[in-house]
């Protein structure tokens, strides 16, 4: 899903600009990863339900130690910001846009029952303390964007 958004918000960036044949491409590329998008969510709902107590330790880990696609390259830092500020990819959008929809709405993380001592762990950890900080996060990236967009509305 945050590959889907990316490409997407990559695509009517370009489209911004005037390059139709970017955004038809990105757009295309967008809808494949839809459908890997759409695999693994309902492969994750089965999983969730055949055995809740593995699958939860499993999003536990992945949520928590997920990096975009090219972390390690030189000066990712600086890419990571300039594809916020461009509005491809943010904390905001990481958050609203991926982990809140799957986890707590598709998944329903809060409502799953039986789960091991180590399992309700680490969901507990997972929907407070971890969720909390990321919607901090987001909500300043939200601030940080309608700042930029006002400035851009005042030029």
Known sequence: LAT?????????MLDAQ???AGFNIMKRVAADENLHYLFYRDLGKTAIELNPSAMVLAID????????PGTGIVDF???A???????IYDYEIHYNKILVP???????LDKIEGLSPEAEQAR??????????LSKA????LERKQKRQAQLQEA
């Open 77 to 79: 830092g600086k890419h």
């Open 124 to 133: 507990e950890g997972l929907l407070g303390e971890f969720m909390l900080r």
């Open 61 to 68: 880990r992945q949520v928590r130690k997920f990096e975009m």
């Open 102 to 108: 799957v986890l707590k709405k598709y998944w329903g």
């Open 18 to 20: 005037g390059d139709q």
């Open 4 to 12: 889907r958004i990316a490409h997407f918000n990559t695509g009517k």
């Open 138 to 141: 987001a909500n300043r990236s």
């Open 81 to 87: 910001k300039a594809i916020a500020r461009a509005g």
